[in-house]
């Protein structure tokens, strides 16, 4: 048996924004996906979070890769996914299942079934990169299963193809901290996107932030990603701008422990992914309430619930804040190994 594991992901800052170029800071997050995969005689493929199972041909899986595929550039071309949303959506997600099982099957050349193991302690569809977190654990695992020893660049850049079929036009950044971990400087960029490691220049401890899931959003990434774009041009681009400003700014106060200007920076940034309609009123009170009592607190990822990010140098008080609107926070380990190999 092969077992594989990847991180979930926090974005510190630039979500959003990322999607049209603007950089962002992400940080890979001690909550992990873990995929166990061994030769079987169909493809058997359950995750331990839905509690299903899905078994199916590698004919099957073939051809809904295939028509995944095809719903993309159909879709690319409209400036349009839903097709592809409900698609992949159809069956609890059964038919992205099947396809990334295609894809992949057919990118390393398995020619036999397998059976496909999930356990994940990342929430799915929380902002938190649980997609991205099992696209890079699932393309390692394949890898490895066919014995191809995948670089780390190979692995991410099969995630992404994966991350496509189930977002339309994801940035990379989710995927690219998932496999590397760590603290990632990312930037989209031709022919080649920037990731960068911040390991050395932000080199402190990064330990007054909690989580707090808030609630299921009732979009996935794909969606939320579609409703911004569906904006008015000039009135997201200007919010995009401001984020893309910020990012740059959170690097040097992150770098200089200036923890004032890491909240100031968190809260702006979360007025404007308001402002961009991927807020919700649970968010908002969080947001209010940890600023009141001098804290920082902002969505992480796509939004419309899900998880958010907060910071406080009074981490009691901040937790006392959270559990008093009723949340229980959770603890954020930032900055841990990206995907490994499990013995
Ligand atoms: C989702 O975790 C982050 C977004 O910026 C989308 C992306 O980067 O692909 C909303």
């Known amino acids: ?75 690319f071309e409209k400036k349009n996914f839903s097709e592809l949303f409900s698609f992949i959506k159809n069956d609890g997600y059964g038919n992205y299942r099947k396809a990334a099982v295609g894809l992949l099957a057919k990118k390393f050349g398995i020619d036999s079934g397998m059976k496909i193991d999930v356990h994940s302690d990342v929430p799915a569809g929380s902002g938190l990169g649980s997609s991205s977190s099992l696209a890079v654990a699932l393309s390692k695992a394949f890898a490895e299963f066919a014995g191809k020893n995948l670089t780390l660049d190979g692995v991410n850049e099969t995630a992404f193809e994966l991350e496509q079929i189930i977002h339309g036009t994801p940035s990379g950044g989710d ?41 299921p959003p009732e979009k996935n990434t794909g969606e939320l990603v579609q409703l911004v774009r569906n904006l008015e041009e000039e009135y997201r681009n200007r919010r995009v701008k401001a984020i893309g400003s910020m990012v740059v700014e959170m690097k040097s106060a992150l770098a200089g422990a200036d923890f004032g200007k890491v909240k100031r920076l968190m809260n702006m940034t979360q007025e404007n992914l308001a402002e961009l309609g991927v807020s919700i009123p649970e968010i908002d009170e969080i947001h209010a309430a940890v600023k009141r009592i001098g804290g920082a607190a902002k969505l992480c990822g796509a939004g419309g619930g899900g998880i958010m990010l907060c910071y406080h140098e009074d981490k009691q008080k901040l937790k006392e804040t959270i559990r008093g609107l009723g949340y229980e926070p959770w603890e954020a380990e930032l900055g841990v190994e990206g995907v490994r190999v499990e013995k």
Not at 20 to 35: L, S
Not at 198 to 214: A, P, Q, R, W
Request: charged fraction near 25%; proline fraction near 3%; glycine fraction near 8%.
């Open 175 to 215: 995927n690219s901290t998932c496999c590397y971990g760590g603290l990632v400087w990312f930037q989209r960029s031709q022919p080649k996107n920037i990731i960068t490691s911040l390991k050395d220049e932000i080199n402190h401890e990064m330990d007054g932030f909690v989580l707090v899931y808030t609630k």
């Open 1 to 75: 048996m092969t077992k594989v594991s990847a991180p979930g992901k926090v974005h510190l800052i630039g979500e959003h924004a990322v999607v049209y170029g603007e950089p962002a800071i992400i940080a890979a997050v001690g909550r992990r996906t873990t995929v166990a995969v061994e030769k079987s005689g169909s493809f058997i493929y359950s995750d331990s979070r839905f509690g299903n199972r899905n078994e199916f041909s590698r004919e099957e899986a073939l051809e809904k890769a295939a028509e995944a595929q095809r719903l993309w550039k159909d879709c």
